[in-house]
């Protein structure tokens, strides 16, 4: 059974990985052979950026191969581009992987990786002026997602559920990933756009 490894850190955006997580992890329930797993710097507790605690399956070094990586965003990515460590792990594991995904900021922990360089990506509308301060990149500004080869980003928060779902669909099909949005009676109405 192949492996999708979603890293954590502290002050990562709850949402960020804990909603692919919900659509991977029912995928599996559904039947999509496939372990999910977290993976951080070190074995102790990581705290989120809202204050959610959670502990990690995995450390980098101990990490099973990955199919899929998938790098969440945050308050705490500002210190994550820094840590040379996490930057080289996850240039070391793209080459083995199928798709290497963001959500949000995590878009520039694969830039300062140097697995966006080059590519289209996107990331938190908040921070689409800043990432495009860089000229080796384009950033695209409204997409929920966009694809550019390998390297899948997603626009923030909510959005990876979406990045998640066509994932889920590249890895069986389409029709079973609308079995599992249906599963997580995900089906978008914002309170302040839909009829209450």
């Not at 694809?147 to 899948?152: C, E």
């Not at 029709?175 to 978008?188: D, K, L």
Request: overall charge neutral.
């Amino acid at each position: 059974m192949t492996t999708i490894g979603i890293l954590i850190f502290d002050g990562v955006e709850e949402l960020d990985f804990v909603g692919p997580w919900e659509v991977f992890t029912a995928a599996r329930h559904l039947g999509l052979e496939r372990d999910v797993v977290l993976v951080a710097e070190s074995a102790e507790p990581v705290r989120c950026n809202k204050g959610m605690r959670v502990l990690p399956d995995h450390t980098l070094e101990s990490a099973p191969p990955l199919e899929i990586v998938l790098v969440p965003g945050g308050q705490g990515t500002r210190a994550l581009v820094q840590r040379e460590r996490v930057l080289n792990w996850l240039a070391s594991r793209a080459a083995a992987c199928r798709w290497i995904t963001s959500v949000c900021t995590g878009s520039y922990v694969l830039y300062k990786a140097g697995l966006a360089r080059g590519k289209r990506v996107t990331t938190h509308w908040s921070f689409v002026e800043t990432l495009r301060g860089h000229d080796d990149i384009t950033v695209l500004s409204g997409p929920r997602y966009v694809r550019d080869g390998a390297v899948v980003t997603a626009a923030g928060v909510s959005a990876g559920i979406d990045m998640a779902l066509w994932l889920v669909g590249q890895l069986r099909d389409p029709a079973f990933a609308r079995s599992v949005q249906r599963y997580i009676e995900y089906n978008p109405a914002p309170p302040y756009a839909a009829e209450v």
